[in-house]
């Protein structure tokens, strides 16, 4: 089993800028697993934000946040990030973290029946 735990939500402005961090327990390290990252906004379901693939082989955005959304990890800190910059009002929503083993970042952002869920933290962008 697996634990996810989100922090570095909050409330921001607009144009600003905050780091998530995922920290993973219950196993020695995260290194077989693809970390990755979705967020839920109010009334709408669930989307694919980011995911970087085990054996650090690549990452997967959604193409509308590539260049302003990062996903970084270090696998001996159990630990992956999602850097966003220049927050928009759309980006207000929970994110949450996500981890499945053996598959490409790209698959992550279709599957649906993922192994591991954070519980959330919450990520609201004032206009």
């Known amino acids: 089993q697996v634990q996810l735990v989100e922090s570095g939500g909050g409330l921001v402005q607009a144009g600003g800028s905050l780091r998530l961090s995922c920290v993973a327990s219950g196993r020695s390290t995260i290194d077989i697993y693809t970390m990755g990252w979705f967020r839920q906004a109010p009334g709408r379901e669930r989307e694919f934000v980011a995911a970087d693939t085990w054996g650090d082989t690549g990452t997967y955005y959604m193409d509308s946040l590539k260049g302003r959304f990062t996903i970084s990890r270090d696998n001996t800190k159990n630990t992956v990030w999602l850097q966003m910059n220049d927050l928009k009002p759309e980006d207000t929503a929970i994110y949450y973290c996500?981890?499945?083993?053996?598959?490409?970042?790209?698959?992550?952002?279709?599957?649906?029946?993922?192994?591991?869920w954070g519980q959330g933290t919450q990520v609201t962008v004032s206009s």
């Open positions: 996500a981890a499945h083993p053996f598959i490409t970042a790209e698959t992550m952002s279709i599957m649906s029946n993922l192994t591991y």
